[in-house]
């Protein structure tokens, strides 16, 4: 069999800002290759220009920000402005974090985000809702 | 094809997509090579391998500085293997390339191994020819050396890099894998631990053993999270170049290179006709279950698969 002209998701897992904590964004990671997924993991730091170039270069089907830093309002409206730049505005955008409930729902609004995932919600939702957008 | 148009004139996204098609074996992707075939050749690649962790990526994005700081422009493919059981992979070789991700000068992408055996796939090597028709002056590919992926640079690189560090006796074991016949140049990488000179000579002793061919690998010692000896690495290769050069081997590897692919080629498409045939005459299931019964043989069963093929004449 030849596996190799067989197609995968392949997801962006980016951690922008200043937070030090990458373990969220590990487990997210862990979970969509156990999925079959194949995971770009760029580690911390990233910028937003960062993360939007890793986007484009890798081709992938699905950007996924992990932001604990509380600076989700600014970084993510910045990203998705990059993504649309480099003619990537329909790659689904995803934000996970501690991010409250009304910045979630202006997020959403504003087109800035796709599908915001909390603490709460478990692995298997984000796997679930990542192939449903990407079959 | 308009992808193939844009990728020429320079579009980092139309490259971006042409990878992925390509890696996706998409029924475009013979279309695609072919078009882009006479763009290519003009890039010198550079095959950087060693254990996991020895830090080849670390190396990577030092080198990066060196090559840009010459002017010249990369395209960097980082291969890592997908889980055997799931398909899946992290690819996290950009995590320590991030010096560049941000220079238009510089193209990064991961791959995952899909299934190739621990190999270097077809599609990294057609991955480096659509950097090349890009116009990358130089390509530089991470592979992981885990048994095939070792041989397989070599086909596919102009010159090899073996990374080796001094920690666990690595370097012993991996001389005796046979990695010395892979390798253009060795470095032993995180000099800053100890062991380093014993590694060093440890190698420069089998290379004395080793009495053929006009070219010796160097060995450089490099603390890549400090960028020590990444220049010395960077002379190393651009001394590697410049024999493979002046002795003609080059365009010898280089044919030799494209034998095997075309050989491959032929082979590959052989093999695809072949099925298709088989395929629409009939199931190999009822086959199977006689065999299974000691009814019959696969021997015979598959010499009159194939005596009911037609070949076409070219
Ligand atoms: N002490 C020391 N550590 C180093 C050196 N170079 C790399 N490292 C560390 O080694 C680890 C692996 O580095 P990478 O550059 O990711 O190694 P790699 O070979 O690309 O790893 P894989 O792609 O996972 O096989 C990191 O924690 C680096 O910080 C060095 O010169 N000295
Ligand atoms: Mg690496």
Not at chain 2, 108 to 130: C, K, P, Y
Request: proline residues 4%; contains cysteine.
């Amino acid at each position: 069999m030849d596996m190799s002209s067989k197609r995968k998701i392949r997801v962006l897992v980016a951690k922008p800002g200043l937070d030090g904590h990458d373990r969220g964004a590990k487990v997210v990671a862990r979970a969509l290759r156990d999925a079959g997924m194949e995971v770009i993991y760029t580690g911390l730091h990233q910028t937003p220009e960062q993360v939007a170039e890793a986007a484009l270069q890798e081709d992938v089907d699905v950007v996924g920000l992990s932001i604990l830093s509380g600076a989700h309002m600014t970084l993510v409206p910045r990203i998705k402005e990059l993504l649309n730049e480099r003619q990537l505005g329909a790659v689904p955008l995803l934000v996970g974090g501690i991010i409250p409930e009304e910045d979630a729902l202006a997020l959403k609004q504003s087109g800035c985000a796709d599908r915001v995932f909390t603490p709460g919600d478990p692995l298997e939702s984000i796997v679930s809702y990542i192939r449903d957008r990407c079959i | 094809m308009q992808l193939v148009t844009e990728l020429l004139g320079g579009n980092r996204r139309a490259l971006a997509r042409l990878i992925t098609l390509v890696e996706n074996g998409d029924p475009l992707k013979n279309e695609i090579l072919q078009s882009l075939y006479p763009h290519t050749g003009k890039a010198y690649v550079i095959g950087i391998t060693g254990a996991p962790g020895s830090g080849k990526s670390s190396l990577v994005d030092r080198l990066l500085q060196e090559m840009r700081g010459a002017g010249l422009t990369v395209g960097v493919v980082a291969v890592d293997p997908n889980s055997p059981f799931t398909g899946g992979a992290i690819l996290g070789d950009r995590i320590r390339m991030q010096d560049h991700a941000l220079d238009r000068g510089v193209f990064i992408r991961s791959m995952g191994t899909r299934g190739s055996l621990g190999g270097l796939s077809r599609a990294t090597r057609e991955t480096i020819q659509l950097l090349d028709a890009f116009g990358k002056d130089l390509i530089l590919v991470e592979t992981v050396g885990v048994g095939q992926s070792e041989v397989d640079i070599v086909k596919t690189a102009d010159t090899t890099v073996v990374v080796l560090t001094p920690a666990g006796g690595d370097s012993v074991q991996t001389l005796k894998a046979g990695i010395m016949e892979i390798a253009d140049i060795f470095v032993i990488n995180k000099a800053d631990l100890p062991g380093t000179e014993r590694a060093a000579a440890e190698v420069s002793a089998m290379l004395d053993l080793k009495s053929c061919c006009d070219w010796r690998p160097p060995v450089v010692p490099a603390v890549s999270t400090r960028g020590e000896g990444i220049g010395a690495l960077w002379q190393s290769v651009q001394e590697h170049r410049e024999y493979l050069e002046k002795s003609g081997r080059l365009l010898e590897i280089r044919k030799e290179r494209i034998s095997r692919e075309l050989t491959e080629q032929v082979e590959h498409l052989v093999k695809t006709m072949v099925w298709e045939k088989i395929k629409v005459r009939m199931t190999l299931g009822s086959l199977v279950e006689e065999i299974a019964l000691r009814r019959r043989d696969p021997y015979s069963a598959a010499r009159e698969l194939l005596a009911q093929i037609e070949f076409p004449v070219p």
